[in-house]
T-cell receptor
Framework: DAGVIQSPRHEVTEMGQEVTLRCKPI?????LFWYRQTMMRGLELLIY????????DSGMPEDRFSAKMPNASFSTLKIQPSEPRDSAVYFC????????????FGPGTRLTVT | GESVGLHLPTLSVQEGDNSIINCAYS??????FIWYKQESGKGPQFIID?????DKRQGQRVTVLLNKTVKHLSLQIAATQPGDSAVYFC???????????FGKGTRLSVIA
């Protein structure tokens, strides 16, 4: 099993640019989660999907952030326009239950916005 | 890595000693708890879980204890090894199909 796959692993971009982060969950998992991790705020849940449907996006910071899950094997998190305060590590995780029990995390995308 | 916070509680232990990492959870209605380990530059990794109808669960070299009276969770690591150095997070689920709520984390540093 390849585990959760995220791309890119590192992204450096300039303020104002659009950023798209990608995630492939573990095959057969029907719940997918996007997290952001920073030194100041720790690990924050941004949004999660169940069976490709967004269930709770209350953690999304603002309208500049959007997430999609067009099918069971792919999700994107987009930031447009990006700002320096968006710099963080973004993790995608998936789980097999309808709830949010054991989650398997990807390696993360380290985003730096200059 | 980004998982390390300047203000994270830090526990330093000698290699071979036992480690105890503590966590206070927030919701008395939480019915499921998980411990995650995050090494530098990696995503959190599942270690062990426990349901609220239990007060102890053992894994390989790890034991989780749950005290619902005081809403306290602990992770015990036996014979701590350098590879155990990481940030450890506890997480709770309030009930049903709600997402995990992660604690702030504790950094474990193993002294060889």
């Amino acid at each position: 099993d390849a585990g959760v796959i995220q791309s890119p692993r590192h992204e450096v971009t300039e303020m104002g640019q659009e950023v798209t982060l990608r995630c492939k969950p573990i095959s057969g998992h029907n719940s997918l989660f996007w997290y952001r991790q920073t030194m100041m705020r720790g690990l924050e849940l941004l949004i999660y999907f169940n069976n490709n449907v967004p269930i709770d996006d209350s953690g999304m910071p603002e309208d500049r952030f959007s997430a999609k899950m067009p099918n069971a094997s792919f999700s994107t998190l987009k930031i447009q326009p990006s700002e320096p305060r968006d710099s963080a590590v973004y993790f995608c995780a998936s789980s097999s239950g309808g709830g949010a029990y054991e989650q398997y995390f990807g390696p993360g995308t380290r985003l730096t916005v200059t | 890595g980004e998982s390390v916070g300047l203000h994270l509680p830090t526990l330093s232990v000698q290699e071979g000693d036992n480690s105890i990492i503590n966590c206070a959870y927030s919701n008395s209605a939480s019915d499921y708890f998980i411990w995650y380990k995050q090494e530098s530059g990696k995503g959190p990794q599942f270690i062990i879980d426990i349901r609220s109808n239990m007060d102890k669960r053992q894994g390989q070299r790890v034991t989780v204890l749950l005290n619902k009276t005081v809403k306290h969770l602990s992770l015990q690591i036996a014979a701590t090894q350098p590879g155990d150095s990481a940030v450890y997070f506890c997480a709770e689920i309030y009930s049903g199909n709600t997402p995990l709520v992660f604690g702030k984390g504790t950094r474990l540093s193993v002294i060889a």
